[in-house]
């Protein structure tokens, strides 16, 4: 029980013991009454002091509460308003009426954490702060401003008479929630007035707490030479399908402090989602993964690796990380495909048909002119427009024209010679696989993508290659083995339920047709309660930052249905 408890992270601890601290300090100010100290008090302080100090013990618990879930994610700006917070409402349990528990519980806490300041590491975004700031400033300024008007003009509805100098007076009264004779019988109007006047103060106020507590955006372009270092090292250390898709220009990169090594992320929200593994020497893979996920910590990030290989997944658990299987990438072995024999009758048939309708296969090579490009864009068209969510990035290539001609591009041709079907071909750098990345067809001839996949793999075999890539089956194979995870049988659920949606059954039946063997790829994740919002942020960073086009797509489902 005690190694369990010592390992509870001193963060979430400080936190829990805040947040319940502003409960108490608010419960107290309303509920904990010593009349005799407070008689005594009344003798040797002004009334002001007393209802200021019951009015500052209010607002610091409201404060130590509200922040209390920034101290979670170890927020460093969270901490210093909290420790301000802390000595307020320390001197205020005094003022208010000797409450000396309270105090003490209270300095304690404070001590607690001056003694935990290196765990609030996590900065906040500096143009937001200074946004907030200026919000919190412009608030009260022009509450006050609309305050001092309001009751100038509206004063016979709080039967009085206030010249500005009692106007002033009265705004004053009432951003600090003192009370007022004048402000005990307001009619209907006044008090809509003051309940408006309340609203800018409170909303203002969240909305600044908010901005300064912010996340860390992430605004610089990255420049041209990081990302020709990048592809430096993916091709020295490149070993696998997604190697070439983490130079595409909607990653951002981390580099290691040696230089060597890179992860390709993106940022959704405040979830930092690496394409794949690290990209550098294996040595130094554990340290990359600590250096990233420090990083991360301190710009107040959740980082998750997405499509991860079997290799290093004792690297993510050292790193504090769990793991999630989430689908299966069909790899061909080459030296042993053919299509001779019973088992691949089918297949064979499949490409015999297309041969005697007249259809080829040509590889182009780069660079690729205007009129093959202007050709793929009529087949890449006319795919998109029977796809969910149109076009998909981060863990695939998109349709562009500068991508698209500077890599090897297999077309097959009908017997008129219009290109029906293409796929580009992209490299894995290290390892002797060969890979592609779009694959787009026009028209619904059956086989067409039969005989292209058959001619790519005899291209790869002439090469030289082991392997060819087929790419990943989402959630295939995933909540089916004895003792899987709740999270796995969740995905499971997912990959039954809707696949009318996505086609998940079909993608893996198709791939199934060249007797690949299936290897597992993983998500490594820091906390199952973030789960949730690493789903999302997946399919967020797929659809190319928006879900815009995936809502678009469920209406215009629903129309037609």
Known sequence: MSSRFSSFPKHYLAAILVGLL???????????????????????LPWAVLRGSWLGNVFAGSAELFLSWSLGRRKAQAWRIVVLMLLVSTATSLLRGLNYGQAVVNFSILVILLALRTEFTAASDPPSVRHGLVTLAGTMLFAYLYGLFGFYLLDKHFHQHFDFAEASRQTIAFLLWSSTPALERPNRLARWFLDSLAAIQVLGTIYGLIMVLRPVIYRRTVLPAERKRAAEIAKRYGRSSLAHLTLLPDKIYYFSRSGNSFVAYTLVGNIALALGDPIGPEEEILQVIAEFTTYCGRNDWHPAFYQVLPDYLSAYEACGYKILKIGEEAVVDLHNFTLSGNKQKSLRQAVNRMVRKGYTTELIHPPLSDEILKQLREVSDQWLRNQVGGEKRFSLGWFDPAYLREYPVIVVRDAGGRIMAFANII?????????????????????????????????????GYDTFNLGLCPLAGVGEEPGASLQEKTAHFFYHHFNKLYAFKGLRRFKEKFAPRWEPRYLAYPNPLLLPKIALAVVTANAGGSLWSYARAWWEKRKLA
């Not at 502003?22 to 005594?40: D, K, M």
């Not at 787009?440 to 001839?445: H, L």
Request: overall charge positive; cysteine-free; aromatic content about 12%.
């Open 22 to 44: 502003g409960t108490g300090n608010i419960l107290s100010a309303w509920l904990v009454y010593h009349p005799t100290r407070l008689f005594w008090l009344k003798h040797h």
């Open 427 to 463: 490299p894995e750098y290290q390892k002797k696989e060969g890979t592609i990345d779009l694959m787009r067809r026009k028209g619904g001839e059956n086989g067409l993508m039969d005989l292209m996949f058959v001619r790519l793999i005899e291209h790869f075999k002439e090469q």
